[in-house]
């Protein structure tokens, strides 16, 4: 059974970094194709970062790019988003993903908070 646990989620400054992950348990992270995705409360969920499998490039939504770098361990079959230079918006929870083709797993978030 796959299962996708995220952590390193948490409460920070604007302007401040955090660096949550997401280990994949049941699974090789290399044959998916691995994303993050965020959703903050009334709000559409959204994809911010994924790694294609193919390739190992790394795509990113124009609200995080150039903030935001999404890495693989697949030593450690973990995924990162390192997110920088985080702006004042609504919490979000940030979701672990992987896909190939119509199949789809999710992790069960982690919160991340901007706040002054």
């Known amino acids: 059974q796959v299962q996708l646990i995220e952590s390193g989620g948490g409460l920070v400054h604007p302007g401040g970094s955090l660096n949550p992950f997401c280990v994949a348990s049941g699974t090789l992270i290399y044959i998916w194709d691995m994303g993050w995705f965020r959703q903050a409360p009334g709000k559409q969920r959204e994809l911010v970062a994924r790694i294609v499998r193919k390739t190992d490039d790394a795509n990113y939504s124009d609200s995080v790019r150039g903030r935001f770098t999404m890495t693989r361990d697949v030593t450690k079959n973990t995924v990162y988003l390192q997110m920088n230079n985080l702006e004042i918006e609504a919490p979000a929870i940030y979701y672990c993903?992987?896909?190939?083709?119509?199949?789809?797993?999710w992790g069960q978030g982690t919160q991340v908070t901007v706040s002054s």
């Open positions: 993903t992987s896909n190939f083709f119509s199949t789809d797993h």
